[in-house]
């Protein structure tokens, strides 16, 4: 995962010395391997590299093709390059082909249609001086990230990162208060895949494409999720057969690197089916073991989670390291860099998946597996819904004690089914009724909110913004899937673990996220994704005898985040005493006297919305000089 950058003068001035350099300056902890940069007229690209593929090895970017004069940078790994090496009759060059090189070739016989032919994780930008346009995109699914800011008729500024861009000159560096609101309300973070906590700085969505030039900029989307044939096949088994095919070749993609892999292993399936699958495939090409990384607690009996991370470890092909809350004195004043660090506010609560990425940094690993997708693509929370639609009621029935006992004892089945048939006999148009004369007026702020940021951003519009992206059209079973993974959730959460691994230069890979497999899963019935409550029901077959029981038939889930992150912090008492004395600065958005007079937290333990204010105010103080401001409202 390399940083890229680049700026585009678009009234043709040049671009000064060291203005570039100054904004792959902070790309350098992304790309620790090497940095290079390339000018030409009114536009300088940057590149940081980290390389963790065999061809990265050899290739330099910015890469310069002389016919053309067209330029690329690029955070990029293409997993579909035997396909692409001969339809661009290069598989019988002798020397090494890079992933950004190919891309690049790929847009010189395929113009802005190259997107239609790559499969893999990426984020580039193409220099065309023919057209004197720049040309970038981001892959489908938002693996990579591609940040910009456009000053009509002056600038164009992208990087990896969004402190990147604002080193950029004339780039705006004001604080976007709609996206501090969205931290303190906490569940606000999905509302959009497009702004920052920066005015005028932007994400670039997924599957979406930019050309800018003196004239314009222009984005479009070039790809988005389909609705897939169901595939009907004659029983279980060849249900589990098909998928191991395809998830095969989604790990198989990420395993190739040009060091040893890391992965995440949880007490969970969808870690737990990546690396049985990693290993074998490891063990058949006589390589391995594979490393894995868990975050425990310190008594298995009493957690769960560690409990069967233990059973977990004892998949043959795997050198475990486990990672226990209560042992995090080692780490803890790393960790509390990081944390003083983090990009964004939503990052500080990152600590237990940080965590994980130290200890792997610190054991050689640049590439870490994961499969944060797994509950996305292998879940379907309406199927008791489409039962109840199709008149199997008897079916709907066992399906939610089944999905009660899952979550708990299994007593309290009715009143979810009720709500369930509440909602299967609503029609799509009453839903949209209601919410549309739901009350704005009445959305309540979090308490830690002062009230005039509420109404400065408009809070109650925000709140509605958001709830809308929940309301899933049920108009079929295809439909309702592609929508379902179409939310914004996912996306969110894996530029949360982009950022929080670039941190300390690791990539992360998720074969759930491979193209391959989303139309696979697109493809399934909803009774190979649910069934007598067991949500993920097709993975769990299929990892029979890949996985320990234990894990594949565990009920419920726990997640170590919060206790990590609070178990941090009492390791580092003086980092909540580390806050400026005077914490008025914060109070256009906090409600006063939130934080003490020494910017302490006075509540012990500490309560959420304390914390999110800690977090809040560290992360200002940081980004305070990226501003150059020390007032917010600036």
Known sequence: ???????????????????????????????????????????????????????????????????????????????????????????????????????????????????????????????????????????????????????????????????????????????????????????????????????????????????VDASGLNIRRYWELQPQPLLKLDSDQAYVDAFLKVFTQA???????AGPVGSMLSGGMDSGSVVAVATRLLQAAGSGPLQTFSAVGPDPESCIETRTIFESIKVPGIQPHLISWAEMQPD?????????????????????????????????????????????MLSYSDRIIQLLRSGHWLQAIRDARGEARFWGDGSGWLRPLLLYIR?????????????????????????LMNPALAKRVNLAARVEQNRSHGLIERIDFARTRVNALSQSHLVVGRERYDR?????????????MDLRVVNFCLSLPGSQLESGGWPKILLRRAMQGLLPDAVRWRRGKQHLGWTFTTRLLDYCPDWKSSQPSDTEAINPWLKPNILDASGHIPAEPLEFERMMALFLTNWWVQNAKLTGSTDPLR
Not at 349 to 371: P, S
């Open 423 to 447: 909602r299967a006999i609503t029609p799509n148009w009453a839903r949209r009724l209601r919410n549309r004369l739901r009350d704005p007026s009445q959305v309540t702020p979090n308490p």
């Open 332 to 376: 803890a004043e790393e960790l509390l860099r990081l944390l003083k660090e983090v990009d964004e506010p939503f990052d500080a609560q990152m600590n237990l998946i940080r965590a994980v990425y130290l200890r792997a940094q610190r054991n050689g690993i640049k590439v870490m597996l994961d499969g944060v997708a797994g509950d996305v």
């Open 500 to 512: 929080t691994a670039a941190a300390l230069g690791i990539e992360p890979r998720d074969p759930f």
């Open 251 to 257: 790990v198989k993609s990420r395993l190739r690197s």
């Open 1 to 211: 995962m390399s940083g890229i950058c680049g700026l585009f003068f678009l009234d043709g001035t040049t671009p000064q010395p060291g203005q570039i350099e100054a904004m792959s300056a902070p790309l350098q902890r992304r790309g620790p391997d090497g940095t290079h940069h390339y000018q030409d007229g009114p536009v300088a690209l940057g590149h940081t590299l980290l390389a963790t593929t065999p061809e990265a090895l050899h290739e330099s970017l910015p890469f310069l093709d002389p016919a053309s004069g067209c330029c690329i940078t690029a955070d990029v790994r293409l997993d579909n390059r035997e396909e692409l090496l001969p339809a661009l009759g290069l598989n019988e060059v002798s020397r090494v082909i890079g992933d950004g090189e190919l891309l690049l070739r790929a847009y010189l016989q395929w113009g802005e249609a190259c997107l239609q032919h790559l499969l893999g994780d990426f984020a580039f930008a193409i220099w065309d001086p023919r057209s004197q346009r720049l040309f970038a995109a981001r892959d489908q699914m938002g693996m990579r990230q591609l940040i910009y800011s456009h000053v009509p008729g002056k600038l164009f500024a992208f990087a990896s990162e969004p402190r990147a861009v604002l080193k950029a000159p004339g780039v705006p560096r004001r604080i976007n208060e709609g996206r501090i609101a969205d931290f303190i309300e906490d569940y606000l973070e999905p509302i959009d895949l497009t702004s920052t906590f920066f005015e005028e700085v932007y994400r670039l969505p997924p599957a979406h494409c930019l050309s």
